[in-house]
């Protein structure tokens, strides 16, 4: 007998890729109004890779989210990350939670550019990329979401 595992239930874990800007568009929804403590993001020099561990909204759920709204932590990860810039984020504030808007991508010199994530109170961050490759990979179970609300829906 074996253990039950997360991928054999209803709620299957998401695992996506974007290598140009309409797939971009399909993560970014599905990360709208995530959240992540400033130190819950990283950037590996060497090997080229910004992450940010969100909570995620699970946007997919479609009308079920209006009756049990849910989150579930998820990895956004950028590779081929040149340079990281940032605006309006203190990261030595441990109690700091950001949230997400939107991700999009600005080409400078194809394939090269920059991945804006855009956070909600004016903050960003800027990744310089030699090409657009992001991945978005959820890592938990889907959990109750601690407010019982959905972003955005006043209750």
Same mark, same amino acid.
């Given at each position: 007998m074996t253990d039950a595992r997360f991928e054999d239930g209803r709620e299957a874990p998401l695992n996506l890729g974007a290598l140009d800007p309409d797939d971009l568009q399909v993560i970014?929804?599905?990360?709208?109004?995530?959240?992540f403590p400033a130190t819950e993001m990283t950037w590996d020099r060497r090997a080229s890779r910004f992450g940010l561990l969100l909570n995620r909204f699970r946007w997919e759920e479609g009308a079920a989210h209006s009756v049990a709204p849910e989150r579930v932590q998820t990895v956004l990860?950028?590779?081929?990350?040149?340079?990281?810039?940032?605006? $309006?984020?203190?990261?030595?504030?441990?109690?700091?939670?950001?949230?997400?808007?939107?991700?999009?991508?600005?080409?400078?010199?194809?394939?090269? $550019?920059?991945?804006?994530?855009?956070?909600? $109170?004016? $903050?960003?961050?800027?990744?310089?990329?030699?090409?657009?490759?992001?991945?978005?990979?959820?890592?938990?179970?889907?959990y109750r979401a601690p407010s019982q609300k959905t972003p955005g829906h006043p209750d």
């Open positions: 970014s929804s599905l990360c709208q109004d995530a959240v990860a950028i590779d081929t990350v040149q340079s990281v810039a940032t605006s $309006g984020i203190d990261r030595r504030d441990a109690d700091t939670i950001l949230s997400l808007l939107s991700v999009t991508f600005e080409e400078t010199d194809a394939p090269a $550019g920059h991945v804006l994530l855009t956070l909600a $109170g004016d $903050g960003a961050i800027r990744l310089t990329v030699e090409a657009l490759e992001v991945s978005l990979k959820d890592v938990t179970r889907p």
